[in-house]
């Protein structure tokens, strides 16, 4: 089957295989295409109402560029750096911006972990364009040995706390608004009705915008799984190469011709099932490349080469709060392991010596009124007479 043309529109998203009154015919799909349609109207450009190309930084190569040089509604030619990008208005990330990008080809796709309140905000304010629940929480937040642990109820919590950040801080502050995929966790979508239960419950109780899961058309098979879930009106995004929660080592995955061929089918059949992008994890760079040139929704590479339409990574990793490894595809840009460590060992030490607290951490009482509580002791506590 040629794969040329085989979605021949990302920009309808998950939609692309229904009619828009089918879209708008119940809440949840209601829901779903108003956070597609605000995104449109309030970005009609990429970064803004008023670009019509998408911010130079970086290349697909990961070349340095200057800016980009765009048009403004009067038609007059414009350039905007780097550091004035950061700048423009904030917006709202929807699958049409995603979908945007990823036609326009220059920038590629960022996507980073987020579980709480904090990695939520610096994700906002670093402005990513993709925040992903993943179930790596188990590991970095709840202290398991694996992924395979973490159940849906604490999921849906660390979405929640997720979303809720980025909403605040979007209506509030102003801020980037990631779009968030949530991970279905181990042995949540084993079946249909599981995945379509669990999928409704990342959206209705954890705030997501999508859901991920892992598989394809081998073990563990999930293509019915996720064509269920994108009838239900729920973006997905799926997952092949490496499967964290099914494998039984962590090895590269597509090295032979045989297994790369199978990566592609899985990729092209996950696209035909709905998804509106894939991970590629712990795939040869060649490979992820060329699924990558093949496909019609964007790869987004964990350990899969500079190739792919987007990057993730996990948050601890990439700030240095892991403890315990860092993968080789990882790349840690600090150590704030160490840095939180010699504070509260600089706060311990303070404490132990006396230093902390000073008078500049000390709440006051006027002297009168510190007089009449001392009455107020010696009245009402008296001294307890010492034993003859």
């Known amino acids: 089957t040629a794969v040329s043309g ?17 879209v708008t015919s119940s809440p949840l799909l209601q829901r779903v295409a108003n956070l597609h349609m605000s995104s449109y109207n309030n970005n009609k450009g990429i970064y803004g109402s008023q670009s019509t190309s998408v911010p130079t930084g970086r290349d697909i190569a990961g070349n340095e560029t200057e800016g980009l040089s765009s048009k403004s509604s009067s038609g007059v030619q414009e350039t905007t750096s780097t550091s004035q990008k950061h700048q423009q208005q904030p917006v709202r ?8 990008k990823y036609k326009a080809g220059a920038i590629p796709l960022t996507m980073i972990t987020a579980y709480d309140y904090t990695s939520a905000r610096v994700s906002s304010a670093a402005g990513v364009d993709l925040v992903l629940v993943g179930d790596s929480c188990a590991q970095v937040m709840l202290g398991y040995d694996d ?37 279905l966790p181990f042995g949540s979508y084993c079946n249909i009705h599981d995945a379509v239960r669990n999928a409704v419950r990342a959206v209705k ?35 092949t190469g490496l499967l964290p929660q099914t494998c039984s080592s962590f090895t590269v995955q597509g090295k032979t011709s045989e ?10 059949a996950l696209a035909d099932a709905g998804c509106f992008a894939v991970v590629l994890e712990m795939v040869p760079g060649k490979v992820a490349e060329l699924i990558t040139s093949t ?17 993730v990574l996990v948050f601890h990793d990439i700030v240095g709060a892991f403890d315990r490894f860092v993968p080789k595809f990882s790349k840690q840009y600090a150590d704030i392991n160490k840095i939180m460590v010699d504070a509260v060992t600089s706060y311990r030490q303070d404490v132990e010596q006396a230093i902390f607290p000073t008078k500049d ?11 009449r509580f001392k009455e107020s002791i ?11």
Do not use: W, Y
């Open 6 to 22: 085989r979605l021949p529109s990302l920009l309808l998203g998950v939609f692309h295989k229904r009619s828009v009154g089918h």
């Open 93 to 100: 990330v929807g699958l049409d911006f995603i979908a945007n």
């Open 147 to 183: 992924t395979t642990r973490i159940t849906m109820d604490e999921m849906i919590s660390h979405c929640a706390a997720v979303t809720r950040t980025l909403d605040r801080c979007h209506t509030t502050l102003n801020m980037h608004r990631p779009l968030v995929v949530c991970d």
């Open 205 to 239: 109780e954890g705030g997501a915008d999508a859901v991920k899961l892992e598989g394809g058309m081998r073990q563990p098979v999930v293509m019915d799984q996720v064509k269920a879930i994108v009838d239900c009106g729920i973006p997905v995004m799926g997952h």
């Open 259 to 268: 297994d790369a061929t199978a990566l592609l089918k899985d990729t092209i």
């Open 295 to 311: 496909v019609t929704i964007p790869t987004i590479g964990i350990g899969a080469g500079p190739l792919t339409s987007g990057q």
């Open 361 to 371: 951490h000390t709440f006051l009482i006027k002297t009168e009124e510190l007089a």
């Open 378 to 388: 010696a009245v009402s506590f008296p001294p307890t007479p010492t034993p003859t």
